[in-house]
């Protein structure tokens, strides 16, 4: 069955980096579009970045220019490096797949920008 696996995630100072990470299972990574969207606090979920197999990648504005999403095929894992990173980035972040016209989520990871 299609897995998705978030790690990375933790508490960070304004101006801080953190690589996320999302191990996949299941299904076949290499030809799949894989993305990352977030959920902060009483917010609803947000899309935030999208590789696809060819490497394009795509991105909110928001991210543009501080989030980069990556792909090891090898390793059946998508990341994503964030840096400078606020207070309003704090969420919980999802990875996902859509495969075989189904949507997979992953369980999240927290990650918390605060001084």
């Known amino acids: 069955q299609v897995q998705l696996v978030e790690s990375g995630g933790g508490l960070v100072q304004p101006g801080g980096s953190l690589r996320l990470s999302c191990a996949a299972s299941g299904f076949t990574f290499s030809s799949s579009a894989m993305s990352w969207a977030r959920q902060a606090p009483g917010k609803g979920l947000e899309w935030v970045s999208g590789i696809y197999s060819d490497g394009s990648t795509y991105y909110a504005d928001s991210m543009k220019g501080r989030f980069t999403i990556s792909r090891d095929n090898a390793k059946n894992t998508v990341y994503l490096q964030m840096t400078s990173l606020q207070p309003e980035d704090t969420a919980v972040y999802y990875c996902?797949?859509?495969?075989?016209?189904?949507?997979?989520w992953g369980q999240g990871t927290q990650v918390t920008v605060s001084s």
């Open positions: 996902h797949t859509i495969y075989r016209l189904f949507n997979y």
